[in-house]
């Protein structure tokens, strides 16, 4: 059974500071690493998808990477800004019906 | 394109009630999930429809919860009778379809269940 972890639960940094969080997955067999954001009484929005065979994906401020041999990923996120605040949730996809199973997230607060 | 559609937006009920949530995913996606959040944690799988089809219902109360995809489009979950620990976010996604290549899931902006 996939499990997903995240750390930190909780991260709390000043306005411009880079960031990292961080995601690990049990089971290796995937198809791909996705990162979400949640808002607070929000759905889901998709940040970044990392397929299988690649190592990271960059869009603006964020870039993602993926080990898949070790299970683990990273969200890089630089010069962070208060509206960066949110949860950040990592889901890996595998499965014969390709489902997606998540961590538990890491609420950030990015302080002005 | 318009994006995944869910309502209501809000419930609040009283154990024992019974409540529906609804779904209308983006056109053309042949596959449509619901999940459950509860406070602090990641969503998790309830259920997983390709066109008017499950293909995973394993985590799904089913004493309690069921679910339907009318015409492989719009899906309704509903929860009879329900419990206090049924008070979570319901999200609703939708993707392409199933087996191709590995594809993305779009999710609604979910119903928020208080159960008292």
């Known amino acids: 059974k996939q499990e997903v972890t995240q750390i930190p639960a909780a991260l709390s940094v000043p306005e411009g500071e880079n960031l990292v969080l961080n995601c690990s997955f049990t089971?290796?067999?995937?198809?791909?690493l996705q990162w979400f954001r949640q808002d607070p009484g929000k759905g889901l929005t998709s940040l970044l998808l990392i397929q299988s065979s690649q190592r990271e994906q960059t869009s603006g401020r964020l870039n993602a990477s993926l080990d898949k041999s070790s299970g683990r990923s990273t969200l890089y996120i630089a010069a962070s800004q208060p509206g960066d605040s949110a949860t950040y949730l990592c889901?890996?996809?595998?499965?014969?019906?390709?489902?997606?199973?998540f961590g538990k997230g890491t609420l950030l607060t990015v302080n002005p | 394109e318009a994006g995944v559609a869910q309502s209501p937006r809000y419930k609040i009920i009283e154990k024992r009630q019974s409540v529906a949530f609804w779904c209308n995913p983006i056109s053309g996606h042949a596959t449509l999930y619901w999940y459950q959040q509860i406070l602090g944690q990641g969503p998790k799988l309830l259920i997983q429809f390709q066109n008017n089809g499950v293909v995973d219902d394993s985590q799904l109360p089913k004493d309690r919860f069921s679910a339907e995809r009318l015409k492989g489009v719009d899906s309704t979950l509903k929860i009879q009778p329900a419990k206090l620990e049924d008070s979570a976010v319901y999200l609703c996604?939708?993707?392409?379809?199933?087996?191709?290549?590995?594809?993305?899931?779009?999710f609604g902006p979910g119903t928020r269940l208080t159960v008292t």
């Open positions: 089971d290796s067999a995937i198809y791909n």
């Open positions: 889901a890996v996809e595998g499965g014969s019906n390709y489902k997606l199973t």
């Open positions: 996604a939708s993707s392409r379809i199933l087996g191709t290549d590995s594809y993305e899931q779009y």
